[in-house]
């Protein structure tokens, strides 16, 4: 029996039944909690524990749209809430969308300012939901199998913020509260699916950013699960190649001071860099998490987003194919390598990888990304790249 079926079977018999097909449910939690209790050995911390109520059930395969209307905001001001897809495993991926980011004004123009039920079922579920990892058919999926948690990303902020009524040029006040938002969601999604033997968390592009921030806390949200988590075109690189600047900027827009995971004293420089210290920090906090990122060795995609800090911040500027991939093998050798990550590099300049056919179809040096990324749950971190 799935984990949500035991949990919400326990609260009142009627959660047994499964509701249809595009139904909306409201969150019942105004306020999530956490409460520390006995020490992880896998952490040296304390797993977090959470006490929302369970999700709503529906049949297996269907995508459910459930509503979070008390205690998140898009970067609009709207609410927003999850997709849920159940299965008849009790593993678990947690998949964060991607979608830009909003800290200056021509960067916010293709940001998604709302995530709600009709753009969810009416563009989402129909097709990208049955496509690339969600392809819950496809033999070479290794997480074909998995109940799917799906976030989509309306803060702007790399699922990382926690500041309201931000004033940015020629835009109505916004709302950066994404982390906000994932603690929310966490208060409901772990105590509906805890204890699953496998958890995968998945983010492209900013969800590969907020996948990433997020970690220390949903690792220690699923003790005793075996956990892995893939940055899907993020890669955070040194000071040398995102300026400082640029990171400061980040900072003062979303207030990232206030969200850093805790003890990540090297992330904070005092130039307003250090931001890419996060891997570090997190590879040491989670030692038994398998951690991997796939990237293009030239993505023109988050080339653009760290244009902006080019001729120290001054404009908008030209962040080179030779520069982005100079970044990515400094990372691989300085962080990703020294510790026991997987990384997966593709000669090419496009962007994000897990959510469409090129899922399947990607191959380097005779490894199938399919094949990386099942290696990678099975604890074998290989580094692959041309």
Not at 17 to 38: K, N
Not at 295 to 321: E, Q
Request: with cysteine; net charge negative; glycine share 10%.
């Amino acid at each position: 029996m799935r984990y949500a079926e035991v949990a919400a079977c326990t609260l009142v018999a009627a959660a047994c039944m499964p509701p249809s097909y595009g139904v909306i449910l409201e969150a019942g939690a105004d306020d999530p909690t956490d409460t520390d209790t006995d020490t992880d050995t896998d952490t040296g911390e304390p797993p977090i524990e959470w006490h929302g109520e369970p999700l709503p059930l529906a049949e297996p395969g269907e995508w459910l749209w459930v509503d979070f209307p008390k205690n998140t905001r898009c970067r609009s001001g709207e609410p927003t809430g999850i997709g849920v897809r159940y299965a008849d495993s009790d593993d678990l991926l947690i998949y964060f969308q991607g979608g830009g980011a909003c800290f200056h004004s021509l960067a916010c123009l293709t940001n998604p300012q709302t995530a709600d039920a009709a753009e969810f079922y009416g563009a989402w579920a129909p097709g990208l939901g049955r496509s690339g990892i969600f392809n819950d058919d496809h033999p070479a999926n290794p997480a074909a199998d998995f109940n799917v948690v799906y976030v989509p990303y309306c803060s702007g902020d790399v699922f990382a913020g926690d500041r309201e009524d931000v004033e940015l040029e020629g835009l109505d006040p916004q709302q950066f509260v994404g982390y906000r938002n994932v603690t929310a969601f966490l208060d409901r999604v772990v105590p509906t699916f805890r204890g699953a033997p496998q958890v995968l968390i998945v983010g492209a592009s900013a969800g590969g950013f907020g996948a990433s921030f997020n970690a220390i806390r949903i690792a220690r949200s699923f003790p005793e699960s075996q956990v892995t988590l893939v940055n899907d075109s993020a890669p955070l690189f040194s000071d040398d190649y995102v300026a400082p600047c640029l990171q400061q900027r980040w900072r003062d827009v979303w207030g990232l001071d206030e969200t850093i995971p805790a003890g990540c004293d090297a992330c904070f420089n005092p130039d307003g860099g250090g931001l890419s210290n996060l891997f570090d920090h997190i590879s040491a906090a989670l030692p038994k998490v398998n951690f991997g990122l796939i990237s293009a060795t030239r993505d023109a995609t988050i080339s653009i987003f760290y244009a902006f800090g080019v001729d120290a911040c001054s404009g908008f500027g030209i962040f080179t194919g030779d520069q982005f991939q100079a970044g990515l093998y400094e990372l691989r050798e300085r962080v990703l390598a020294p510790n026991g990550w997987g990384s997966y590099f593709i000669p090419a300049n496009t962007h994000v990888w897990t959510q469409n056919s090129d899922f399947y179809n990607t191959e380097v040096a005779g490894a199938p990304l399919t094949d990386w990324l099942a290696d990678l749950m099975a604890g074998d971190a290989a580094q692959v790249a041309p």
